[in-house]
């Protein structure tokens, strides 16, 4: 069966870091691209941004350019997202998604940034 | 604010036929296909149409999609209590080295 199976949901403070993850199975991890998806409390979809596998090439969107890493382990299959510095507005549900047409989604990481 | 635009809300009685439009530009719509997801609630997204058109297997016929230039739009006939969720379009945006881009989501109510 093919699918992305993402790490549990996190709770942390304000200014901590956080890596969340997702990990391919039941299909060549390397000949699709990953994309992350944030969906904050009650609101629509975001694409944040996506990786190649294969190569770790990266492309971001402006939105989240700068505030979050995107990063792959082609040797395990999974996929990252990754802050340095949390903070409360990063609270929401994050969704990993399989290129092209996001055929395949994990099953969401839920973050909760507080105090 | 989306990029590509839909209604916030739509319904519709058991067995009706309902749409939802999708606006874009000719850098995403205009020039990608476009994708349908649906998202029960406290579920993920899941596939409902790619490239325009296209089920993916296990996907109802009374679901189909449509584009025309920069606009798209999905159709679910006989409709039913268990289509009630949030409807997303999404395509490809070529600005900005290229993104993703979703609609603001529509939530189809089964009345």
């Known amino acids: 069966e093919v699918q992305l199976v993402q790490s549990g949901a996190e709770v942390k403070k304000p200014g901590e870091s956080l890596r969340i993850s997702c990990k391919g199975s039941?299909?060549?991890?390397?000949?699709?691209?990953i994309s992350w998806v944030r969906q904050m409390p009650g609101k629509g979809l975001e694409w944040m941004g996506r990786?190649?596998?294969?190569?770790?090439?990266?492309n971001y969107s402006p939105s989240f350019q700068g505030h979050v890493t995107i990063s792959a382990d082609k040797s395990i299959s999974t996929a990252y997202l990754q802050w340095s510095s949390l903070k409360a507005s990063d609270t929401a549900m994050y969704y990993c998604?399989?290129?092209?047409?996001?055929?395949?989604w994990g099953q969401g990481t839920m973050v909760t940034v507080s105090s | 604010q989306s990029v590509l635009t839909q209604p916030p809300s739509a319904s519709g009685t058991p067995g009706q036929r309902v749409t939802i439009s999708c606006s874009g530009s000719?850098?995403?719509?205009?020039?990608?296909?476009v994708n349908w997801y649906q998202q029960l609630p406290g579920t993920a997204p899941k596939l409902l149409i790619y490239?325009?058109?296209q089920r993916p297997s296990g996907v109802p016929d009374r679901f189909s999609g449509s584009k025309s230039g920069t606009s798209a739009s999905l159709a679910i006939s006989g409709l039913q209590s268990e289509d009630e969720a949030d409807y997303y379009c999404?395509?490809?945006?070529?600005?900005?080295?290229?993104?993703?881009?979703f609609g603001g989501g529509t939530k189809l109510t089964v009345l």
């Open positions: 998604a399989r290129h092209s047409a996001f055929d395949i």
């Open positions: 039941g299909y060549s991890f390397t000949s699709y691209w």
């Open positions: 990786i190649d596998p294969s190569d770790s090439y990266t």
């Open positions: 000719s850098s995403n719509i205009g020039s990608n296909t």
């Open positions: 490239s325009n058109n």
């Open positions: 999404a395509a490809w945006d070529d600005s900005l080295n290229g993104r993703a881009v």
